[in-house]
């Protein structure tokens, strides 16, 4: 969480036609397009640890682990990258298996 103007303001994922996000990510890999991951934290997995959490995700369920970067901002002051794994599925269907951890 960020202290902003004397009120706490979570990072939040920045909205998919927001022009300065795109804009960012393009800044971390022209070649890429950003893709929003769907969420389903495990209760059982380790908070911070998204590369050991998704290489054992793969060992019980299959699928493999894809590496990226997870983009959060807080609007109005910042946007950042956060090199971070989700699961794919063995169907092909990114999934972020992680607990997001409080900002």
Known sequence: MT???GMVQ???APRDDAPHALDFCLSINPDA???????????EVVPHECFDNCAQHVREF???V???WAIWETPGLFIEGEFHAVWRTRTGTLVDV??????
């Open 33 to 43: 397009r950003p893709v929003r991951v769907r969420s389903e934290p495990r209760l």
């Open 10 to 12: 979570a990072a939040v």
């Open 98 to 103: 992680n607990p997001r951890p409080p900002r």
């Open 62 to 64: 299959g699928g493999s």
């Open 3 to 5: 202290l902003y103007g």
């Open 66 to 68: 894809v590496h990226g």
